[in-house]
């Protein structure tokens, strides 16, 4: 089926400097996009959201950009810190009459004090 | 509550035992999800719940596993006889009716041997 998808990379970045996370999905019939961040031993949190009619949205140290074009997703985190070190999913839902979330593999931020 | 409430957090079993995860959803939250998350991978959906009716189940691996909200509030995701390739983290989450951001619990984590 149709599906979210990371090729499971480790990002390492040096505290302070800038990350981007990256991101492909194949379902063109998805219309919103959420990035969840998840810590070892908890659940995935939420970070930040994009519905598809919308190409950036930004959040706090946080931005997502969106390219339907090429089905492409990246979330940028400004001035990484150590608390930024976690796995990383993108995530997609289709308007279906609820919210059914399908997750990709994740990428693993690794922050270097 | 103030957050998804899961329990056992951790669970060994051995292979043809059943075991019963227990979840405790946000006070309130219409929707519930099931989602099953195997090392190194993003969360796979299992099934949801709009109160007590369980309107899609189609993640669900095999008949062995079964989920019921009986009340519309705690649910339990009970897998029969089971196998070591049910070993995995199973994650609840919920959410409010319309809303697309789901709140994970930290997951219970079952280890079949």
């Known amino acids: 089926g149709e599906s979210v998808g990371l090729h499971l990379p480790t990002l390492s970045v040096q505290e302070g400097d800038n990350s981007i996370i990256n991101c492909a999905y194949s379902?063109?019939?998805?219309?919103?996009f959420i990035w969840y961040k998840q810590e070892s031993g908890k659940g995935p949190q939420f970070i930040i959201d994009?519905?598809?009619?919308?190409d950036k949205r930004q959040g706090q140290r946080v931005t997502v950009l969106l390219n339907k074009t090429v089905k492409h997703l990246s979330l940028q985190i400004a001035a990484t810190q150590p608390g930024d070190s976690a796995v990383y999913f993108c995530?997609?839902?289709?308007?279906?009459?609820?919210?059914?979330?399908?997750f990709g593999t994740g990428t693993k931020l690794q922050v270097i004090p | 509550g103030a957050g998804v409430s899961q329990s056992p957090r951790y669970k060994v079993a051995k292979r043809g035992q059943d075991v019963a995860l227990r979840c405790d959803p946000i006070?309130?939250?219409?929707?519930l999800f099931w989602y099953q998350q195997a090392l190194g991978q993003g969360p796979e959906f299992l099934t949801y719940?709009?109160?007590?009716?369980?309107?899609?189940k189609s993640g669900l691996p095999s008949d062995r596993f079964f989920a019921e909200r009986p009340e519309g509030s705690v649910s339990t995701l009970k897998i029969q006889r089971t196998q070591q390739e049910d070993s995995a983290v199973y994650l609840c989450?919920?959410?409010?009716?319309?809303?697309?951001?789901?709140?994970f619990g930290a997951g219970s984590r079952l280890t079949v041997l």
């Open positions: 379902n063109s019939a998805s219309d919103y």
């Open positions: 989450a919920s959410s409010q009716s319309g809303a697309n951001v789901l709140t």
């Open positions: 994009i519905r598809s009619n919308m």
């Open positions: 006070s309130g939250h219409v929707s």
């Open positions: 995530a997609e839902n289709s308007s279906g009459g609820y919210q059914k979330v399908t």
């Open positions: 719940f709009q109160n007590e009716a369980q309107l899609d």
